[in-house]
């Protein structure tokens, strides 16, 4: 009897036009479309360029999606520092429940990857189901996603729920891309060039791109919502986390207290979340998330400046470029 084959990772499950439902495949038809470093193609969609299949889940999560006053929903544009703040957001918003050193050992950080402890819409939760059952889920609920601004359910908008976005150093977030993007590719396609990737990059050409104005997005957001959105400097948080942890908790409607600051609350979890720490652990050393990615992949170097080690000054100088044109007159400066 011949063994049956195990299933297809979520990820791969809108990887040909014939799984797409045949009105996605109508409305992605119409869509302008670019080849890309790691798919087929990506598609414009309302300004922005996604991959068919993570479109796909964009799409359901804006019709289904219910947010609750008490969501906290972390964003980022890939490659941004996600996994550091994923860690920092769960053990900050329970640390509560692992206060002791006995909890402390059975800390789920210790045994699950950060990227299963906080989903991400469009690349778990609407990717594994249509329609996840997330009401019951207990409050305050800690999501993720790389969606724009203007690309977030409707509900999310209009709640009071929390948003932190997390922005990276162009630069660093362009070469952490390339990176990781070229572990995805098949092997015998071989790596992309980092001066190909790097022309779709500073034409907005990337995924949940353009990078400017994903930030933008949110950068706007803080300014007219400080309640709403919190806008954290990926760089700012290295140089100082603890008062950035300080800072969230307060945002978060959760402060430190007195006893906390004294008693090395913030010391213990920026120590456990460290990427030291973390990177060492054997759940981010072996396996697979479950959406087919290797957990080590999420763990390179996370260094401020490391694109200096993988560009030219003049291809950094033409990132630089591109931001400062994009960027002028917002008063955000990367």
């Given at each position: 009897?011949?063994?049956?084959?195990?299933?297809?990772?979520?990820?791969?499950?809108?990887?040909?036009?014939?799984?797409?439902?045949?009105?996605?495949?109508?409305?992605?038809?119409?869509?302008?479309?670019?080849?890309?470093?790691v798919?087929?193609?990506?598609?414009?969609?309302?300004?922005?360029?996604?991959?068919?299949?993570?479109?796909n889940?964009?799409l359901?999560?804006?019709?289904?999606f219910?947010?609750?006053?008490s969501?906290?929903?972390?964003?980022?544009?890939?490659k941004?520092?996600?996994?550091?703040?994923?860690?920092?957001?769960?053990?900050?918003?329970?640390?509560?429940?692992?206060?002791?050193?006995d909890?402390?050992?059975?800390h789920?950080?210790?045994?699950?990857?950060?990227?299963?402890?906080?989903p991400?819409?469009?690349?778990?939760l609407y990717?594994?189901?249509e329609?996840?059952?997330?009401?019951?889920?207990?409050?305050?609920?800690?999501?993720?996603?790389?969606?724009?601004?203007?690309?977030?359910?409707?509900?999310?908008?209009?709640?009071?729920?929390?948003?932190v976005?997390?922005?990276?150093?162009p630069?660093?977030?362009?070469?952490?891309?390339?990176?990781?993007?070229?572990?995805?590719?098949?092997?015998e396609?071989?790596?992309?060039?980092?001066?190909?990737?790097l022309?779709?990059?500073?034409?907005?050409?990337?995924?949940?791109g353009?990078?400017w104005?994903?930030?933008?997005?949110?950068?706007?957001?803080?300014?007219?919502?400080?309640?709403?959105?919190?806008?954290?400097?990926?760089?700012?948080?290295k140089?100082?986390?603890?008062?950035?942890?300080?800072?969230?908790?307060?945002?978060?409607?959760?402060?430190?207290?007195?006893?906390?600051?004294?008693?090395?609350t913030?010391?213990?979890i920026?120590?456990?979340?460290?990427?030291?720490?973390?990177?060492a652990?054997?759940?981010?050393?072996?396996?697979?998330?479950?959406?087919?990615?290797?957990?080590?992949?999420y763990?390179?170097?996370?260094?401020?400046?490391?694109?200096?080690?993988?560009?030219?000054?003049?291809?950094g100088?033409?990132?630089?470029?591109?931001?400062?044109?994009?960027?002028?007159g917002?008063?955000?400066?990367?």
């Open positions: 009897m011949q063994a049956s084959q195990p299933p297809s990772p979520p990820h791969l499950r809108y990887s040909r036009d014939d799984d797409m439902p045949e009105t996605f495949k109508d409305l992605l038809s119409s869509l302008p479309s670019e080849e890309y470093w798919t087929n193609s990506l598609s414009l969609y309302q300004g922005f360029w996604f991959p068919p299949w993570i479109l889940c964009v359901t999560c804006q019709n289904h219910q947010a609750q006053p969501d906290v929903l972390l964003v980022t544009s890939p941004s520092g996600t996994t550091w703040l994923k860690a920092i957001l769960f053990a900050l918003l329970n640390r509560a429940k692992y206060s002791d050193s909890s402390q050992r059975r789920p950080l210790l045994t699950q990857n950060p990227h299963d402890l906080v991400t819409f469009e690349l778990k990717l594994e189901q329609s996840p059952d997330l009401a019951a889920l207990p409050s305050p609920r800690l999501f993720a996603t790389h969606m724009p601004y203007s690309s977030l359910p409707q509900s999310v908008r209009d709640s009071n729920c929390k948003l976005y997390l922005c990276r150093n630069k660093d977030t362009f070469v952490s891309m390339w990176h990781f993007f070229n572990k995805m590719r098949p092997e396609k071989g790596q992309i060039p980092i001066q190909e990737c022309d779709k990059f500073c034409r907005g050409v990337s995924s949940f353009p990078y104005d994903h930030v933008l997005g949110y950068y706007k957001a803080s300014s007219e919502m400080p309640e709403k959105v919190l806008f954290v400097m990926y760089e700012q948080m140089v100082d986390p603890h008062a950035h942890v300080r800072r969230l908790a307060d945002f978060l409607g959760c402060p430190l207290s007195e006893e906390e600051l004294r008693d090395g913030v010391e213990g920026l120590r456990m979340c460290s990427f030291d720490n973390l990177s652990l054997e759940v981010n050393k072996r396996g697979k998330l479950s959406t087919g990615q290797e957990s080590k992949w763990f390179r170097r996370g260094e401020v400046g490391d694109w200096v080690n993988y560009m030219s000054a003049e291809m100088e033409r990132i630089d470029r591109v931001m400062a044109e994009k960027l002028d917002s008063g955000l400066k990367l």
